[in-house]
């Protein structure tokens, strides 16, 4: 060999290793050495062809880069939760195919896709050499779903407890050939660290629950304290049961009971808060994470309930640890009570890992009759967000190469979701729709005939919406009367209504069927009406007859008055045993609400002229008699008119 072609060899090489040490990718290293045997080859033939030896060879070693810099996506795994997915578009005659690392739990992962006669599927953790106590203990099941002439799945049998070692993962040995575009679909469902000593191993999700850092001592002296019953000031009432509790330490935790404390209010002065939606064992629970004393078992029993009293009570910390714990093992048995939680109680990171799990990484084909039935019967703006999530990944598909498991969302799989859902997408219909051929003859245009434009036609099919605040001391007869409001409300007037328990908010809002858009401003004064202390028979009134309204002003307004001639005041207006109150309703055919200093009228508009002058004289001083002989006269008048 001479010494020009043993130098090209030597440059060739050492680009050839100093590339590979920029580059991670399988792919480049099998085509560099690939290309460069091949171009020493030839430059043996023609040894005389030195300078454009030398150009060849980088010429096809940049192309090889380029090739394996275009393909580097083919070896990542998306996770989420417990779950990693590696999507393989075609595996071709290529016998080795080893995926980029991914992270579940404590260790970075392996798979590797081998073909000897059969395939193989492996894997395997990343552990160094030096760690030699650190293998995991793993429970998985795993599948390969195949798009190939339909949705088509293989499934392993479940994996218990296997320990991993560096260089003994696990084997699947496949009988199939696939061919194509499929997925390999990996479920973690425990993951624990082998012991030297023989002892018993735990998992590593129940090891990496958070605990405070406090001072243990300290934590166990305050558990104490709540276990043992230790000069507690304070009774919890649960729905089965009593525990009692400090009110310094409730308070220092959630500022909704440090308002209690802080006021007067019921709580403070019977010393005892009612919890009547908690079970005893919930509320133990959650005084005991409170008290930083609560157990992982106990925790994961309840943080559901727990969830629900953080939102409640406002307890961010404990919030913020029941959406990390329920982020952990989302599976298709709770994906949708999850989703449904973290709309309800406002978890960002849960409600889009939960939308993710279900169409990015396709478990909705898994609980297609689960999630009809959700769409039956749960939130609609949380269905909006997830069929919107689906028409997005569909029209993707119908644009771009996309993913095997967004490719398998077409027409045939997500019509039911469209047809029950009853949503019309018009880009995505136009784009589907079949061109039809417009005759060109003249035809004779009829006359048109306009049909009535429905509530939803009229607003161009945008929901209209309307809330109404619900005060403290209202929320209570708000839940003893709810079914008298909601039924008129949903099933006379087709309007959406809902109580919203974090905002303290009456929701409503129109529906296809709304027959007129007033109708959600009439219940919106209807349930406001309510809230300022109407019964419901007096309120409903203002569903039936449009002339009707409601007036408020406050006795200050007629005249500044203070202690006692105030008290003397509001005591003319309602007389000995509300005498005077029901003698102006009665005449006057207005229904009256003394609220403290706020006084509310409900009726037309000549009549709540009529009651509104005949309070004001009793707020000005005049005696009840008076006003009764004018409200006589007034009567008398009124009846003439008829």
């Not at 030839?42 to 275009?70: P, Q, V, Y």
């Not at 009593?242 to 006021?263: E, K, N, Y």
């Not at 037309?604 to 005696?623: T, V, Y």
Request: charged share 25%.
């Amino acid at each position: 060999m001479s010494n020009e072609q043993l130098s090209l060899q030597y440059l060739l090489f050492s680009t050839a290793k100093t590339e590979q040490k920029q580059s991670k990718n399988r792919a480049f290293k099998n085509c560099i050495v690939l290309y460069v045997h091949t171009s020493i080859v030839n430059l043996g033939k023609h040894g005389e062809l030195f300078f454009d030896g030398i150009f060849d060879c980088f010429h096809e070693i940049t192309s090889a880069l380029a090739f394996a810099r275009m393909n580097d996506s083919a070896y990542h795994v998306d996770t989420i939760s417990r779950l990693a997915q590696w999507r393989i578009d075609s595996f071709g005659a290529c016998s080795y195919w080893k995926s980029d690392s991914f992270v579940i739990g404590k260790w970075n992962w392996h798979l590797v896709l081998e073909k000897n006669r059969n395939l193989f599927i492996k894997l395997f953790p990343e552990i160094p050499k030096l760690a030699r106590d650190n293998h995991p203990i793993a429970s998985f099941n795993i599948r390969v779903i195949s798009s190939l002439g339909g949705r088509k799945t293989l499934v392993h049998p479940e994996v218990k407890d296997k320990q991993l070692r560096r260089g003994e993962g696990f084997v699947w040995a496949l009988d199939v050939q696939l061919t194509g575009r499929f997925i390999i679909d990996l479920e973690f469902l425990d993951l624990k660290t082998a012991s030297s000593n023989g002892s018993e191993s735990h998992s590593i999700w129940s090891e990496a629950f958070a605990q405070n850092n406090t001072n243990s001592t300290t934590l166990s002296s305050v558990g104490r304290m709540l276990s043992e019953s230790i000069h507690t000031d304070i009774i919890i009432c649960a729905s089965n049961g009593t525990i009692g509790a400090h009110r310094a330490v409730l308070a220092a935790r959630s500022p909704v009971f440090h308002s209690m404390f802080s006021h007067n209010l019921k709580e403070k002065e019977m010393s005892a808060i009612n919890i009547a939606d908690m079970s005893i064992e919930a509320c133990e629970s959650f005084l005991s994470y409170i008290y930083s004393n609560i157990k992982h078992q106990d925790f994961i029993i309840h943080r559901l309930d727990l969830l629900r009293a953080a939102d409640k009570y406002d307890i961010s910390d404990l919030k913020d640890a029941c959406e990390e714990s329920l982020l952990e093992d989302i599976d298709t048995k709770n994906v949708l009570e999850r989703l449904q939680c973290a709309s309800m109680y406002r978890l960002p990171k849960l409600k889009t890992c939960c939308i993710q799990y279900l169409v990015k990484f396709g478990k909705i084909f898994d609980i297609i009759d689960e999630f009809n039935a959700f769409i039956q019967s749960g939130d609609r703006d949380l269905i909006g967000e997830v069929v919107n999530e689906i028409l997005s990944a569909w029209k993707a598909s119908l644009t771009i190469s996309p993913p095997p498991c967004v490719t398998l969302l077409r027409p045939r799989r997500i019509s039911f979701l469209l047809s029950n859902f009853k949503m019309q997408s018009n880009k995505e219909v136009a784009s589907m729709e079949v061109e039809e051929t417009i005759p060109t003859e003249t035809k004779t245009i009829a006359k048109p005939n306009f049909k009535p434009l429905t509530a939803h036609e009229i607003s161009d099919g945008q929901v209209q919406f309307r809330k109404v605040s619900v005060p403290r001391h209202r929320y209570t007869p708000l839940k003893k009367a709810w079914m008298d409001i909601y039924t008129p409300i949903y099933d006379q007037m087709k309007i959406d209504i809902r109580m919203n328990v974090k905002t303290r908010n009456v929701e409503m809002m129109t529906r296809r069927d709304t027959p007129d858009i007033s109708n959600l401003q009439k219940c919106a004064d209807f349930v406001h009406a309510f809230m300022l202390g109407f019964d419901v028979i007096d309120a409903v009134a203002l569903l039936r007859m449009d002339e009707l309204y409601v007036d408020s002003f406050e006795i200050k307004d007629v005249k500044t008055l203070k202690g006692e001639h105030l008290s003397r005041a509001i005591g003319r207006l309602s007389g000995k045993g509300g005498k005077t109150k029901f003698a102006i309703e009665n005449s006057t055919k207005t229904r009256i609400v003394i609220a403290d200093t706020k006084i509310h009228i409900l009726g037309s508009f000549s009549n709540i002229k009529i009651a509104r002058d005949s309070l004001c004289s009793l707020i000005m001083g005049s005696p009840a008699g008076k006003v009764y002989s004018k409200l006589r006269a007034v009567t008398a008048r009124l009846a003439e008119r008829f």
